[in-house]
């Protein structure tokens, strides 16, 4: 009988769907949006000029041992801050929490965390590269770090700040930020993620 629920599991599973395991999914140019800017900080605006933080393209792979992010912006300034972020939706989790995959890059250095949903970091084999000369940051995480999951849906966002800004001046709080998977403020498109990827 284990065999016989074995071979059944497998003939429903095979959907063409089911099957995708890497995504490629283009962001507008110029669609960076601002908050906590000046006086009023609770104001969302938009900030077309602003390009540090705009991602143009976003490919998640879900690979046999790894999950890979490739992320394309469209101008990656060697001196700035930048966190780029994951929120990973896996099956393996029962809770369904995302878990966090964030790389923060700034003067040429650059750390990558995988937070549990109680905050504490793990997988110190996640990995982040960053090409200034393609303006592209590149994180990869073991798939063991996100419990070997059969599927991922992840949301991707980029942002900025002025580093060295003063606390209590008008960039102090003021953070830029782009949404692999939204148009500026806009709804998000289908379900403002990657879609389901599966395991190849
Ligand atoms: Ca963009």
Redo the contacts with the bound molecule.
């Keep these: 009988m284990p065999l016989l629920v074995a071979v059944l599991a497998g003939c429903t599973s095979g959907s063409p769907e089911e099957a995708v395991s890497t995504s490629t999914i283009a962001?507008?140019?110029g669609?960076?949006v601002v908050s906590g800017l000046g006086r009023d900080r609770e104001t969302v605006a938009s900030a077309p000029q602003s390009t540090q933080a705009?991602?143009?393209t976003t490919t998640v792979e879900h690979r046999a041992d790894e999950i890979g992010f490739v992320v394309a912006l469209r101008d990656l300034l060697p001196g700035q801050y930048l966190d780029l972020t994951a929120n990973v939706t896996t099956d393996s989790t029962g809770s369904r929490l995302p878990t966090q995959v964030t790389s923060l890059t700034y003067d040429g250095e650059s750390t990558i965390d995988v937070y549990r949903t109680d905050g504490s970091s793990r997988c110190p084999a996640a990995d982040v590269a960053v090409d200034h000369d393609a303006d592209t940051v590149t994180m990869t995480v073991p798939r063991t770090c996100l419990g070997d999951p059969r599927w991922i849906e992840a949301t991707v966002v980029a942002a900025t700040m002025q580093y060295d800004a003063t606390p209590a001046g008008p960039r102090g709080d003021a953070v830029w930020e782009?949404d692999a998977y939204r148009t500026g403020q806009a709804e998000p498109a289908a379900s403002g993620t990657s879609g389901r990827l599966h395991r190849p």
């Design positions: 962001d507008p140019a669609d960076v705009d991602i143009l782009d």
